[in-house]
């Protein structure tokens, strides 16, 4: 039986010892259970333990290994090795500042959550049991509570590329129509009060490469859009 | 000792279920906390979870605390310590109506009420039949859970340390717990954080094995610390296997699938649990399921070209309810198995999942040895041991003891605070320094042992020395090599040497914790000559004096596993309840 191998380029980049960054090849061996990107990653860092990214659940249920493959945003651990033409070209995500080879500072991404108050806020006193909410109001949130973060969507908007401390992103929209569609928060207006603005909502110009990149297939463009009518219904 | 120190009335290491429930008390109470974790909080492992966590809501049937609780008790084996697991049940549901409180999604019935479905070992009236007792956000229920944790601790202003490994714990000449020493990922920094009180929920080390459901952070951070500290580890041989881990993969199918009708068959086709457990068939206790499915492929009726796993069929339930209760387990299905399970069965194999043991504490989250509280020390969820799952853990009392384990210590730890001296006493440095050579040492190691041969060699022996079933002569064989392999990892040796977010210095702190976990699980496994729950031996065989090889007479007792010597000491199990009667000693059936 021949060995399979792999071959990559990959984006490498320690500030400790580069000047700037460089692509680099490599040529991995794999196990028979080798089957996604991530598998052929952590093969390669036995050969070469420099080589960093972050990973955890390997699963696509963390979201801690987005990386941009062969050009697009995705999660390592999902992406079949056999669907990607080689060498694969790995990078970070692009847009946010790089701490070391595929590690980028998430800072700017989860500030834009944050600002969002992304919790229900409901301040009528707790009933003794759950609050009640009918089957079709909790469908509603189906497509929205899923975001595992991991930020391949904002990273792939050209909007958040140019404005990352303005427009809050795909990811952070998609979470404040997910607290905007809870029948249980109340506070909508203030919701979109934070929102009306020229850059923090306003930035998004439909590309809808979120959409296209979300490993989850989410959609936040449509959540935008809700959020953009909601809006216009309330001027109205 | 020349290491900045940062101060705060508690620190709590990991941001999984447990770590985030606990922040939450401490944070509303105004105690200034910091919460260390080496991931981003919403990339800890509780977000793996599936199926639900368990409260009797009674939503759907009849249900109560106290069937809950003889449902725990059956499926420890009676090794669970019955106060906690009363206090455990008689919590649920109001933990649970909390976190719908907090935002939870979970799913509803036509009532609005919270959805709640079956699994397994969930019986109504003391054993007499299934009862809907998982609250399920479809199959995502960990992940909705560790989401709406952390959006409530950024609503309470909880100050996070994202992507800080604590590396050790620091005690006092007296045993008293001060706080830990950590680094900063980014820069590899160390610092040491004091506190008045310290909680661990730093989850489990299902990594020491080869095949696993566990994510790779999944290192045992919190036990290693504990055991170089030397604190007891207690009932570290007991392990569960998961009946459904995607074969070949690993990843978790929750049993949820067959709490909505899924079925397990073998290469005939046959459902063979019904011959296991003519009761509860496919929803039996996971120890069960697991030894039943082995039992097939032992002897033959495994599926596939290698006869090396079953499969678990949904084809036959509406596409409908798949798409709208299971999806997360058939878009898994589709990506690692490459079967849509609405068409096709999915191949499955026992997989290492969950540790039943850990740090010892009582119900109150307080660290114990024997029966001595370890001063400002604390331990809650998969780290802990509390004892609430005994010789094996129930589907979805994990999530649930997450949260009141993650709320009662960080009860206790609110009133220790509110009594201790207002200063900080001086900072112990004897633990520091170990801490800071420990680093040192891998930092100048040269000619050492590579870290993949290390935790491969650990990996393939737990994995062929301490499974699903075990053997006398190969465990014994396994304690020698476990303790040949822990010789490996003394002299583990990085090539990377870089400052800035070096993750190989990290795996090699994790394998420094991993390998203590592996010998606490081997050498206590060897020790304890029975079966057990999730320890089953080929010389404790199912005798009528000792049925399923229980031996109540010598072995109804808590290993402790101590690192120094590798010595083991045993303490009883609580058997009275907090409030009512004991349940009294049954052999064990499904």
């Not at chain 2, 709490?259 to 063979?272: D, P, T």
């Not at chain 2, 990506?335 to 194999?349: L, N, Q, R, T």
């Amino acid at each position: 039986m021949t060995t399979r191998t792999v071959k990559f380029s990959i984006y490498r980049f320690d500030p400790e010892k580069d000047a700037k960054p460089y692509m680099k090849d490599y040529t991995v061996d794999l196990g028979p259970s080798d089957h996604k990107l991530l598998d052929a990653l952590v093969k390669l860092k036995v050969v070469d333990d420099s080589v960093s990214f972050r990973r955890s659940c390997r699963e696509g249920v963390c979201g801690s290994d987005a990386m941009n493959i062969n050009g697009r945003n995705g999660l390592a651990c999902v992406t079949n090795i056999d669907d990607l033409k080689q060498p694969i070209q790995i990078r970070p995500l692009p847009g946010l500042p790089v701490i070391r080879d595929l590690i980028v500072d998430m800072t700017q991404f989860f500030k834009q959550y944050h600002s969002i108050k992304p919790y229900v806020v409901n301040d009528t006193p707790a009933p003794d049991r759950e609050r009640l909410q009918s089957q079709e109001d909790r469908k509603e949130l189906d497509g929205l509570y899923e975001c595992i973060l991991c930020a391949c969507c904002s990273t792939s908007c050209p909007s958040f590329w140019w404005n990352p401390d303005k427009f809050v992103g795909p990811a952070g929209l998609l979470a404040a129509y997910r607290f905007i569609a809870d029948t249980r928060d109340t506070a909508t207006n203030e919701r979109l009060d934070n929102l009306e603005d020229p850059y923090r909502l306003f930035r998004c110009h439909t590309i809808m490469n979120c959409v296209d990149v979300c490993p989850k297939e989410l959609n936040p463009t449509k959540a935008i859009g809700k959020i953009k009518d909601l809006m216009v219904k309330r001027m109205a | 000792m020349a290491v900045p120190v940062r101060k705060f009335d508690a620190v709590i290491v990991g941001a999984g279920g447990a770590g985030l429930r606990a922040a939450l008390q401490l944070s509303e109470a105004g105690l200034k906390t910091a919460v260390l974790s080496k991931v981003f909080p919403t990339r800890s492992h509780t977000v793996a979870a599936q199926g639900g966590v368990s409260a009797s809501l009674g939503n759907s049937e009849p249900d109560h605390w106290h069937w809950h609780m003889y449902d725990t008790v059956k499926g420890s084996d009676w090794l669970g310590d019955q106060d906690a697991i009363e206090f455990m049940c008689r919590e649920a549901p109001n933990v649970v109506v909390e976190l719908e409180h907090f935002g939870m999604p979970f799913d509803r019935n036509a009532d609005g009420t919270i959805y709640q479905r079956p699994f397994g070992g969930h019986m109504s009236n003391f054993g007499e039949k299934p009862v809907r007792r998982a609250c399920a956000a479809a199959d995502r229920t960990g992940h909705a859970m560790l989401h709406a944790l952390y959006q409530r601790n950024v609503r309470a202003n909880t100050q996070f340390f994202v992507e800080w490994m604590a590396l050790d714990l620091v005690r006092d000449e007296q045993g008293n717990v001060q706080g830990v020493v950590a680094m900063e990922m980014e820069t590899s920094e160390v610092y040491v954080f004091q506190a008045k009180a310290t909680l661990f929920a730093t989850g489990g080390a299902g990594r020491i094995f080869a095949s696993s459901t566990n994510a790779f952070i999944n290192t045992g951070d919190g036990l290693g610390m504990a055991a170089r500290a030397g604190i007891p580890l207690e009932d570290m041989e007991f392990w569960q296997f998961h009946p459904t881990g995607v074969a070949g993969a690993g990843v978790l199918i929750t049993e949820g699938v067959r709490g909505e009708g899924g079925i397990l068959r073998n290469s005939a086709g046959e459902r063979f649990m019904e011959r296991y457990a003519p009761n509860a068939k496919d929803l039996a206790s996971r120890d069960v399921v697991s030894r039943a499915m082995v039992t097939e492929i032992n002897e033959g009726r495994g599926c596939g070209p290698h006869k090396d796993h079953v499969l678990l069929d949904i084809t036959h339930l509406d596409p409908e309810v798949i798409k709208s209760k299971l999806p997360g387990i058939r878009e898994i299905s589709i990506k690692f198995a490459g079967v849509d399970p609405i068409k096709a069965p999915i191949p499955v194999v026992p997989t290492c999942h969950y540790q039943m043991g850990g740090i010892p504490t009582n119900y109150r989250g307080e660290v114990v040895v024997h029966d001595q509280v370890v001063p400002g020390f604390y331990a809650a969820g998969e780290v802990a041991c509390a004892s609430v799952h005994g010789a094996n853990r129930l589907g979805t009392n994990s999530l649930l003891d997450l949260l009141v384990f993650g709320k009662s210590s960080g009860n206790s730890m609110i009133e220790y605070i509110k009594t201790a001296p207002k200063d900080l006493p001086p900072l112990a440095t004897a633990d520091v320094d170990r801490s800071l050579a420990r680093v040192a040492r891998l930092d100048g190691q040269q000619n050492g042992t590579p870290v993949e041969s290390a935790r491969a060699a650990m990996q393939r022996t737990m994995q062929n020395h301490c499974g699903v079933f075990r053997f006398k002569d190969m465990l014994k064989e396994g304690v020698e090599k476990i303790l040949e392999v822990e010789a490996m990892v003394r002299t583990i040796e990085i090539a990377d040497k870089s400052r800035t977010f070096n993750t190989a210095r990290l795996e090699a702190l994790e394998l420094e914790n991993l390998i203590e976990v592996a010998k606490a699980t081997m050498i206590s496994a060897e020790a304890r000559t029975e079966s057990r729950g999730a320890h089953v031996r080929d010389d404790a065989a199912d005798t009528p004096e000792h049925p399923n090889g229980r031996d109540d007479e010598n072995w109804l007792k808590h290993t402790l596993w101590y690192r120094d010597a590798n010595r083991l000491d045993y303490k009883p199990v609580n058997l009275k309840p907090l409030s009512v009667e004991t349940i009294a000693l049954k052999t064990r059936s499904y």
